[in-house]
């Protein structure tokens, strides 16, 4: 069946450190991929996308590449702030499934000062 | 201006009660759907809809029922609630297919 699957959280980061947050996934088919964020108490907001292979998405420093060989699609961030302090989700959809996204379990990030 | 919005953002209720959520978009998109996000933050849609034609019924039980009288709106009842029916309820929309979708703010729903 189609899955995602993201590192295990919590991440805890110094400000300014370098981030990345791994995500692979299983799709029969070629996927739309995505990158959510979900800041405490909110709703998801979408952080960065890629729609097909060898795409990069970015977004507020964010950036993450389609990449096929290794069905992989890493978020990845150079210097991350206090307010990057969310909980993460990687997630597919495939253009037959009616749109239904299919999430990882999600990765919490908390950035110290 | 308030893309997706869903009332209430709290609920606490009895066992055995009837609920409902409500959902509205202003985006003009054609498709809604619920997501389900358990205490462990895992997501799972529920039930999609496209021009009020349900698309998605991904295995929910026949308590929860969805409605959209029209494609802006897309509320969601639940009958004879139970305790594990206690997580955040999202309603999201799109311009359907494989589009980028957006959330509302999420109802917390807790069964006591």
């Known amino acids: 069946g189609n899955s995602v699957t993201q590192m295990e959280g919590p991440v805890t980061l110094s400000e300014e450190a370098f981030l990345t947050i791994n995500c692979t996934y299983t799709?029969?088919?070629?996927?739309?991929l995505f990158w959510y964020v979900q800041y405490p108490g909110e709703g998801l907001q979408l952080l960065l996308k890629a729609t097909k292979a060898d795409d990069k998405g970015s977004n507020k420093g964010f950036e993450a590449t389609y990449r096929k060989e290794t069905t992989s699609f890493h978020l990845e961030k150079g210097s991350v702030q206090v307010s990057d302090s969310a909980v993460y989700f990687c997630a597919l959809t495939l253009y037959n499934q009616g749109g239904k996204l299919i999430f990882g379990q999600g990765t919490e990030l908390s950035v110290k000062p | 201006d308030t893309a997706v919005s869903q009332t209430p953002k709290y609920l606490v209720t009895q066992m055995g009660n009837d609920k409902s959520i409500k959902c509205e978009q202003n985006?003009?998109?054609?498709?809604m759907y619920w997501y389900k996000q358990d205490s462990k933050k895992f997501l799972k849609i529920m039930f999609s809809?496209?021009?009020?034609?349900?698309?998605i019924n991904e295995t929910v039980p026949n308590r929860f029922s969805p409605k959209s009288p029209d494609k802006a709106h897309l509320n969601l009842h639940i009958n004879s609630l139970e305790l594990g029916d206690s997580a955040v309820y999202f309603c999201a929309s799109s311009s359907g297919g494989t589009d980028t979708q957006y959330f509302g703010p999420g109802t917390r729903l807790t069964v006591l």
């Open positions: 985006l003009g998109h054609d498709t």
């Open positions: 799709a029969t088919g070629y996927p739309s």
């Open positions: 809809y496209n021009n009020k034609e349900l698309i």
